[in-house]
C-alpha cells in the first residue's frame, strides 16, 4: 500500500501563488505516475496536471502557463501555483499511479485533500 498526504494548501487573493506538497511512503517502488487532481463544491474531481515516472508533464488546459507539477523520485512530488484564480478554489487531491498513464483506474492511490481557497 501507498500513502499519501498533501500540505501547502491555504487561504491566497486572487493573482497570488501557492505550493502543494505531496509526500509518498509505503511501497512506493509501485508508483509510476503521480498527479494532481481537484474537486470544487458540486463539480466532479478534475484532472490538474500529471507527471510519469520519466518526468513528462501534461496539463489541464485551465492551468496551463500558470501552474507547474514537479518531482523528486516517487516520494515527493509539488505543484507550484501562480497567478491563482477565484475559479482555482478546491480541494486539491494527490493521486500515485501504478502505469504510467493521465488516465484515473481503480488501483490509483489517493491522499486526503487539501482546500485552497482563492479571494477574489
Known amino acids: 500500500q501507498v500513502q499519501l498526504v498533501e500540505s501547502g494548501g491555504g487561504l491566497v487573493q486572487a493573482g497570488g501563488s501557492l505550493r502543494l506538497s505531496c509526500a509518498a511512503s509505503?511501497?512506493?517502488?509501485?508508483?509510476?505516475?503521480m498527479g494532481w487532481y481537484r474537486q470544487a463544491p458540486g463539480k466532479q474531481r478534475e484532472l490538474v496536471a500529471v507527471i510519469s515516472s520519466g518526468g513528462s508533464t501534461s496539463y489541464a488546459d485551465s492551468v496551463k502557463g500558470r501552474f507547474t507539477i514537479s518531482r523528486v523520485n516517487a516520494k515527493n512530488m509539488y505543484l507550484q501555483m501562480n497567478s491563482l484564480k477565484p475559479e482555482d478554489t478546491a480541494v486539491y487531491y494527490c493521486?500515485?499511479?501504478?502505469?504510467?498513464?493521465?488516465?484515473?483506474?481503480?488501483?490509483?492511490?489517493w491522499g486526503k485533500g487539501t482546500q485552497v481557497t482563492v479571494s477574489s
Open positions: 493521486n500515485a499511479k501504478k502505469r504510467d498513464t493521465v488516465v484515473v483506474r481503480g488501483d490509483d492511490y
Open positions: 509505503g511501497t512506493i517502488f509501485s508508483i509510476n505516475a
